[in-house]
């Protein structure tokens, strides 16, 4: 049998050393690039500047799967959630959201997440697995295909690694999707306009200082101190609050860029004045934007969402400090866009993980 690879998942480099390995010239790899990053073809038949002989060979060792689309649910609040099959039958989510900037999806970095956060649903079953650079790929893919098809002009223009699992965990894959997309000749989207999410993974924060690439850093907060952090993510056992800080205030000074604090407001939980009051004593005079998002309930997780009243307090005692806040719009709450609810209700159904049954009930909801 042939031992075939997934050219999805290779680096530039990658690519230009598996055709040196099928004796080619290195620009086959960037024309391989330009059809798969750049025009999104879907079969090596169309790759018209490539040898016939060269495109049979490829498809036979380096075969392309096209991205498979389980579900896709729209909301009328601009968000499109696609959930997208792999190939050993798990799947996992991606969001399309609509903003007046342009189009921005959130993507998965891994199958469930291992971080167990106490709010999240994505924490609930653990971690499957790390997704592939290629399976990154497929989720901009699948979400680019839908979106020429219904308006040619429009594409994706920024990406959150924000959907299910913690990106800094799959620190490698992640990296070499970030720069894929960067590609100019591909999906040419702007550093500035990716951001990378962590639940406060701190030497992953300090290596990313290192990579040179001014992408925005955003950090699930969520507490202004320990005993509140501790109690709602696990990882706050391992890098307090105060290592935390310490580590985006010398990303903010070594790239330049503010780092982003993600606020989950969980009613009768972290959303008092007092907390709001600690969290502008711990953000003060540090490169900073907080975006506070009142929770999406997780019904397994018994957490309340915030009065309407204690979201504009917390947010009005910030910005008195001086501290930049915004209020997450909401999207999609109705079609289950807090992260890894889709997923959840998907693999509840009959076959879900047999991918030869999940074929029959495939197709869009
Ligand atoms: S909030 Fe993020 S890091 Fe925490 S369990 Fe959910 S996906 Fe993982």
Redesign the pocket.
């Known amino acids: 049998m042939i031992k075939t690879v997934d050219i999805k998942n290779m680096s530039f480099e990658e690519c230009r050393g598996f055709f040196a390995s099928l004796g080619e010239p290195a620009y086959r790899a960037d024309q391989v690039f330009e059809w798969l990053h750049g025009k999104r073809t879907a079969s090596y038949d169309e790759m018209t500047n490539l040898p016939v002989s060269l495109r049979r060979t490829l498809a036979e060792v380096a075969p392309l799967r096209p991205p498979e689309v389980l579900a896709v649910h729209s909301s009328p609040g601009g968000a499109t959630k696609y959930l997208i099959g792999l190939a050993d039958g798990n799947a996992v989510e991606t969001v399309l959201m609509e903003h007046d900037y342009g189009l921005s999806l959130c993507v998965s970095s891994q199958v469930g997440?291992g971080?167990?956060?106490a709010f999240?649903a994505?924490?609930l079953e653990g971690l499957v697995r790390n997704l592939t650079c290629g399976e990154m790929i497929d989720q901009i893919l699948a979400v680019s295909n839908g979106i020429a098809n219904e308006s040619p002009n429009r594409r994706v223009s920024s990406v959150v690694m924000m959907g299910?699992?913690?990106p800094l965990a799959n620190y490698d894959n992640v990296l070499k999707f970030v720069r894929l997309i960067n590609w100019k000749r591909g999906y040419g989207i702007g550093y500035r306009h990716i951001t990378i999410s962590t639940?406060g993974i701190v030497p992953g924060i300090r290596r990313l200082a290192q990579e040179g690439l001014p992408v925005t850093l955003s950090v699930?907060l969520h507490a202004p101190d320990d005993h509140t952090r501790s109690a709602l993510?696990k990882i706050n056992q391992v890098y307090p609050v105060g290592q935390l800080i310490e580590a985006c205030v010398d990303y903010a000074n070594s790239t330049g860029r503010r780092v982003t604090y993600e606020y989950s407001l969980i009613g009768g939980v972290n959303d008092s004045r007092d907390h709001a009051l600690r969290l502008a004593r711990l953000l003060g005079g540090t490169l900073c934007h907080v975006n506070l998002i009142p929770l999406n309930p997780v019904p397994e997780t018994g957490f309340a969402r915030p009065s309407q009243e204690a979201v504009n307090v917390f947010a009005c005692t910030l910005r008195s400090a001086g501290i930049e806040t915004t209020i997450r719009r909401e999207m999609g709450g109705d079609i289950d866009a807090a992260?890894?609810q889709l997923r959840r209700r998907w693999a509840g159904r009959p076959g879900a993980s047999d991918p030869s049954k999940r074929r029959d009930e495939g197709g869009r909801d």
């Open positions: 997440c971080m167990g956060c999240c994505s924490g299910s699992g913690e639940c699930s993510m992260c890894g």
